[in-house]
Nanobody
Framework: VQLQASGGGLVQAGESLRLSCTAS????????MGWFRQVSGKERDFVAT????????YYSDSVKGRFTIFRDNAKNTVYLQMSSLKPEDTAVYYC?????????????????WGQGTLVTVSS
């Protein structure tokens, strides 16, 4: 599975942004999907995850209520809708796919990773 993340950019605090992650090579429908983020020099942190059908989601406390993960298996794409963005949300965002039991919030269980897309939130 090859994952391509897109949608990052520069926004002001309080604004919204939608990230997309599109897969090629295999259908995403059999995978749990996750979004993670990383600030330079720090570990990659869990943001959100969604099960194969889209019926279950799980979020980190830092984004709960502001971010929404959803997927369209017909389009082989998973999304991260980010609202009420804060400067501390600034990071490179990565999507990941894994045939893992939902939910998984650590990096290791995920088998495939996108290249990352930079989100910068100015104050």
């Amino acid at each position: 599975v090859q994952l391509q993340a897109s949608g990052g950019g520069l926004v002001q605090a309080g604004e919204s942004l939608r990230l997309s992650c599109t897969a090629s090579g295999r259908p995403l429908s059999s995978y749990t999907m996750g979004w993670f983020r990383q600030v330079s020099g720090k570990e990659r942190d869990f943001v959100a995850t969604i099960n194969w059908s889209g019926g279950s989601t799980y979020y980190s406390d830092s984004v709960k209520g502001r971010f929404t993960i959803f997927r369209d298996n017909a389009k082989n794409t998973v999304y991260l809708q980010m609202s009420s963005l804060k400067p501390e949300d600034t990071a490179v965002y990565y999507c990941a796919a894994g045939q893992v039991i939902f939910p998984k919030v650590s990096v290791r269980p995920y088998d495939y990773w996108g290249q990352g897309t930079l989100v910068t939130v100015s104050s």
